[in-house]
Antibody, heavy 118, light 108 residues
Framework: QVQLVQSGAEVKKPGSSVKVSCKAS????????LSWVRQAPGQGLEWMGG????????NYAQRLRGRVTFTTDESTSTAYVELSSLRSEDTAVYYC???????????WGRGTLVIVSS | SYVLAQPPSVSVAPGQTARITCGGN??????VHWYQQKPGQAPVLVVY???DRPSGIPERFSGSNSGNTATLIISGVEAGDEADYYC???????????FGGGTKLTVL
């Protein structure tokens, strides 16, 4: 059973960037889509996009295009999301999840809190 | 973009059946997944592909999907089922994954 371990909380200034990591263990990393989902305080889930590590193919949510970048390091089975030009509205818990398409998002990381504050 | 509509809240007494709806244009032609999220925790998949359960999810959780409404059905509701529930589909017309706004299930 795959486990996804995420990096620790971050506090960032508006206008800066943040990079969150998600390390997979216990399963195949490269073949499945790795999706990123965020949740602002008291709000619902927002899909940010996904990446297929073996191909490096990315698909970004329309409203984040231009500010978000997904990358992976297959040697360490780690995925990264980088969000730039941070604003207060980006304050949220960021989750990575294994996306198995018709089987849903089957495994989730515990989340990384990102706070954007001056 | 594709929109999924969920009621903000549903309340049910213990032992009764909870039904949480997820409305979307012709959602019956999509595969719908449902997630349970308890406070301070990551979401957990409870139903996938309209009605199937991942291993470890109780049989009390089931689903249906037809026309413009998908439904998560929780039979014999227990206090531990109190959580937020989200529906999710893949919108093939825009190649985007879409979540519903979430429903807070309260066990009375």
């Amino acid at each position: 059973q795959v486990q996804l371990v995420q990096s620790g909380a971050e506090v960032k200034k508006p206008g800066s960037s943040v990079k969150v990591s998600c390390k997979a263990s216990g399963g195949t990393f490269s073949s499945y889509t790795l999706s990123w989902v965020r949740q602002a305080p008291g709000q619902g889930l927002e899909w940010m996009g996904g990446i297929i590590p073996v191909f490096g193919t990315t698909n970004y949510a329309q409203r984040l295009r231009g500010r978000v970048t997904f990358t992976t390091d297959e040697s360490t089975s780690t995925a990264y999301v980088e969000l730039s030009s941070l604003r207060s509205e980006d304050t949220a818990v960021y989750y990575c999840a294994r996306d198995r398409g018709a089987r849903g998002l089957t495994a989730w990381g515990r989340g990384t809190l990102v706070i954007v504050s001056s | 973009s594709y929109v999924l509509a969920q009621p903000p809240s549903v309340s049910v007494a213990p032992g009764q059946t909870a039904r949480i709806t997820c409305g979307g244009n012709n959602i019956g032609s999509n595969s719908v997944h449902w997630y349970q999220q308890k406070p301070g925790q990551a979401p957990v998949l409870v139903v996938y592909d309209d009605r199937d359960r991942p291993s470890g999810i109780p049989e009390r959780f089931s689903g249906s999907n037809s026309g413009n409404t998908a439904t998560l059905i929780i039979s014999g509701v227990e206090a531990g089922d109190e959580a937020d529930y989200y529906c999710q589909v893949w919108d093939s017309s825009s190649d985007q994954l879409v979540f519903g706004g979430g429903t807070k299930l309260t066990v009375l």
